[in-house]
């Protein structure tokens, strides 16, 4: 946990430099790529779709490469009103149009498992 903290205090900083720039308001705006090399990269895998939730972010993507190189961008989804994360299938279920799909399965389907955060 100490090197993931390491890695999240990377990409905060880039955080609060779109912050400052007035591109996202907040972290759940920000969209993270994030190119690993093995020992990171395999840390940061192990933590499966909860990666995100550990950074809160919307979305990370992992790479692996020769170098820890942090990419921050603000996201271009449409902001959940439930859980405030920005999703591609926010509105895909016409019954629950301001919703995204993980918040529509958390509460009328089978809901998410979460192993890590």
């Known amino acids: 946990w100490a090197r993931i903290r390491e890695i999240r205090d990377l990409v905060n900083k880039d955080i609060e430099n779109l912050r400052t720039a007035g591109q996202v308001g907040a972290s759940l705006q920000a969209e993270i790529t994030l190119t690993a090399p093995a020992a990171d990269h395999a840390l940061l895998a192990s933590l499966g779709e909860d990666i995100k939730f550990v950074f809160i972010t919307s979305k990370v993507t992992l790479l692996a490469g020769d170098a820890l ?32 799909g993980r918040c529509v399965s958390n509460l009328h389907g089978a809901g998410e498992t979460r192993l890590i955060a």
């Open 69 to 100: 190189v942090v990419q921050v961008a603000a996201s271009q989804a449409t902001k959940c009103e439930r859980c405030w994360h920005y999703a591609d299938d926010v509105g895909h279920d016409p019954a629950h149009p301001t919703i995204c």
